[in-house]
């Protein structure tokens, strides 16, 4: 069948190319050069995997900027689209999905809306309603950043937001696409599915914010942080993930998609989500305080990406903290290879981890590779188990 996937993100590209293995699958983008890297055969994000698997299989798809052109004939439409959160309104920006649905109807075409853009709890209903349509599924994503195509060949999870023959048909077409067998599929409402994926974030956001609060305790109490931790996660409940500490959670997902959530509880007693939110702006504040008691008059950022092996820094932890080094009037200078300007957010980009040490007081680290790792004396990380999680 034919399948046409809004958005040639992480999410719409690894979803194109696990679907377009047994299907016809036209993705659309409004960027030319995603779409011309596409039909090209080249992967337009940083993902090992994708790039591999793109280059050895036989894959029917294409790109195009023609909306028409994808959705016509399009059994499926899958909107992929980036919803950022509007801290003004205390809303997700989902006006690229809207507009996406209602193209759609314009259209008059009979094909199933499927979301994946995460969306606030009561879209779609607010949608369908909306637009007179009963059309459309919400399906949450679970992909890590840099795993994307894994985790949509190995999915966790696949959630459904209707209990219909339809939902049960596109979950069929993930299943077919992935590798990994005896998938779990969970059938819900739509509210459901958009808490669910609302929640899992929120909790993971949690545990970040769990850990990293022992360390800041363990740091300023002059404790190991590490032995803590490795003494704690002994217990099976616990266990070994998302507890290595870091300047802070950030990302594509959890900084919005904790606020989001938050947003919903407008008229529901709580008190454990906001503090998440506001657990978060704490550890940032404690990591400026434990640079700034060194007084260096000049502080290098390596990198400015949320984790090894990616070329995403968007809303990464070490940006807020840096806005709060310039507050300081402290010069600060950033290494970052992906970034090709000679200027970022007013700081100086230096070319070379050797200028970025000659130059540098001090050097903040989110996570250590090999290339910083052994430049300790002048680094400051909290990366104590050397993974992403």
Do not use: W
């Not at 698997?53 to 689209?81: M, P, Q, S």
Request: net charge neutral.
């Amino acid at each position: 069948m034919k399948i046409a996937i809004v958005g040639i993100g992480y999410v719409g590209s690894s979803m194109s190319m696990l679907l377009s293995q047994n299907n016809e699958v036209v993705a659309l983008d409004v960027v030319p050069e995603k779409v011309n890297m596409i039909n090209k055969g080249i992967v337009p994000i940083k993902d090992e995997e994708m790039k591999n698997f793109f280059g050895r299989k036989k894959l029917n798809l294409r790109a195009t900027l023609d909306y028409k052109d994808a959705f016509k004939d399009a059994e499926f439409v899958i909107i992929c689209t980036p919803t950022n959160y509007n801290d003004v309104l205390n809303y997700f920006d989902t006006s690229s999905v809207e507009d996406i649905i209602k193209k759609i109807v314009n259209m008059k075409i009979n094909t199933t809306i499927i979301i994946k853009s995460t969306v606030p709890v009561g879209f779609t209903e607010n949608m369908k309603e909306k637009y007179n349509i009963d059309n459309i599924i919400f399906s949450p994503e679970f992909l890590r950043e840099g795993q994307a195509l894994h985790d949509n060949l190995y999915p966790s999870r696949i959630i459904m937001g209707e209990i219909s023959e339809k939902a049960e048909q596109f979950a069929e077409l993930l299943k077919e696409g992935a590798l990994k067998e005896d998938i779990i599929v969970k059938y819900v409402g739509s509210s459901e599915a958009e808490a669910i994926k609302l929640f899992s974030n929120t909790y993971l956001a949690l545990r970040i914010s769990y850990f990293n609060e022992l360390d800041t305790y363990a740091e300023l109490k002059g404790l190991n942080t590490k032995s803590i931790i490795e003494g704690v996660q002994l217990d099976p409940r616990i266990g070994t993930h998302y507890n290595n500490p870091s300047f802070g959670y950030g990302g594509y997902c959890l900084p919005k998609d904790t606020k989001q959530l938050l947003s919903n509880y407008n008229d529901v007693p709580q008190n454990l989500i906001e503090a998440i939110v506001k657990s978060n702006e704490t550890r940032k504040k404690h990591i400026v305080n434990m640079i700034m008691n060194k007084h260096p008059n000049t502080i290098g950022i390596y990198r400015l990406t949320m984790k090894k092996d990616s070329d995403n820094f968007r809303d990464s932890a070490i940006l807020e903290i840096i806005k709060s080094f310039k507050k300081h009037n402290v010069k600060v200078i950033i290494y970052e290879p992906t970034l090709k300007t000679d200027k970022y957010e007013e700081c100086t980009i230096v070319k070379t981890l050797e200028e970025l040490l000659e130059k540098s007081d001090v050097i903040l680290a989110n996570r250590l590779d090999k290339s910083i790792k052994k430049h300790k004396e002048k680094v400051y990380s909290r990366d104590l188990f050397n993974n992403d999680i």
